[in-house]
């Protein structure tokens, strides 16, 4: 029997993966007990993309439980050991605002909730391959140490600076930066990772995400930028910007594009390491771009309001860089444009 566990199965890149895993692997092994429910509330629940996993997924197993929880996690990996092909470990605190708020249930889920996933796989499992969801977090606010311009609708890099055609890649340091809470929790776990690679020799991907996004994302005030700011556009509600004018630059990826990536990682030999993943510079865009797309396009004014201040250590450039996953892993291409995942969410 061929097994997959995904944690966090319940949000975007964890739903989007068990139904591509379905029919790809004997059994789907789902860990979600519905934390974002907890972090934004109600509206931001997970429940609902469950529920559909369980009805429509035949080869599914849920298990509401928490990452935190040793113990239980030990017995799902003591249960199927060598029959576990893949970890996909999507599970976390997503929000560095958020963090801020509780540190210790921040640090407890991402560090330690990782952790407890590592240890799992070396003690029942050490031959399956694990792919941890990491964050462009981890490199703090390094990003607006670089020489930016202010433009008319957002910032944007000297067209002769390394990082302006492809983007950041993943020789950025991490050091002497601020990170926020939530960064420095995901960089614990990103270091872990590595560590038990390069330490104890297990497979492992470490995959430094973008703004990933798409129609099953619940997005919130405090995590899931676009999604939000399209939600509150078509509810007719207020949207807070916060700082820098509204002209912060990022990159977005679609659930779909960064799956294919998880997958084609799994089927390729040889290739633990550290990946930074996103949309690049094709699907990047600002808060005030966007603002105007939905308005020229789909006529969805959005009311908003600028705030004077940013979030503390939040990016306000940031462009990924793809080009180390795509020189390993040849077959795989960024399929979703910026203009189709924005209408997918209008429109869902």
């Known amino acids: 029997m061929s097994i997959a566990i995904v944690t966090g199965s319940g949000g975007l890149i964890g739903a989007e ?3 591509f895993f379905s029919d790809k692997f004997d059994k789907i092994i789902g860990i979600d007990n519905d934390s974002r429910r ?15 996993l369980k009805k429509e997924i035949k080869n599914y197993k849920h298990h509401n439980l928490d990452i935190r929880n040793k113990l239980k996690i030990e017995k799902i990996f003591k249960k199927y050991k ?9 599970a976390a605190q997503p929000s560095h605002d958020w963090a801020a708020r509780e540190p210790f249930t921040d640090f407890l889920i991402n560090a330690l909730g ?19 969801m990491s964050t462009n977090k981890v490199y703090g606010d390094r990003p607006n140490l670089l020489p930016l311009k202010e433009q008319k609708r957002r910032y944007e890099i000297s067209k002769q600076h390394k990082y302006f055609q492809n983007g950041i890649d993943e020789t950025m340091s991490i050091d002497d930066t601020k990170h926020s809470l939530f960064g420095a929790s995901k960089l614990a776990a990103d270091i872990y990772c590595q560590e038990y690679w390069k330490y104890f020799g297990l497979k492992i991907g470490i995959f430094r995400g973008c703004c990933l996004t798409g129609s099953l994302h619940q997005g919130a005030e405090l995590h899931g930028f676009l999604s939000y700011l399209i939600k509150t556009a078509k509810e007719g509600k207020k949207y807070s910007i916060f ?7 990022r990159d ?4 779909e594009d960064v799956v294919d990536a998880i997958w084609e990682f799994y089927k390729t030999k040889n290739n633990n390491g550290v990946y930074n993943i996103g949309g690049g510079r094709a699907n990047s865009c600002s808060i005030l771009e966007t603002i105007d797309i939905l308005k020229k396009k789909y006529d969805l004014k959005l009311k908003y309001k600028i705030m004077k201040e940013n979030r503390s250590g939040d990016h ?15 077959n795989w291409k960024i399929k979703r444009n910026l203009e189709s995942i924005i209408e997918e969410i209008v429109i869902n």
């Open 17 to 19: 993966s068990v139904k």
């Open 38 to 52: 907890y972090f934004f509330g109600k509206t931001a629940s997970v429940v609902s993309n469950i529920n559909i």
């Open 82 to 90: 060598k029959n576990i092909k893949f970890i996909l470990h999507c």
């Open 114 to 132: 990782t952790l407890n996933i590592l240890e799992s796989v070396r003690k029942y499992s050490q031959n399956a391959k694990l792919v941890h």
């Open 243 to 249: 700082g820098y004018k509204g002209k912060q630059v």
């Open 252 to 255: 977005n990826m679609h659930s």
């Open 316 to 330: 306000i450039w940031y462009i990924s860089d793809n080009s180390k996953f795509e020189s390993i892993h040849k």
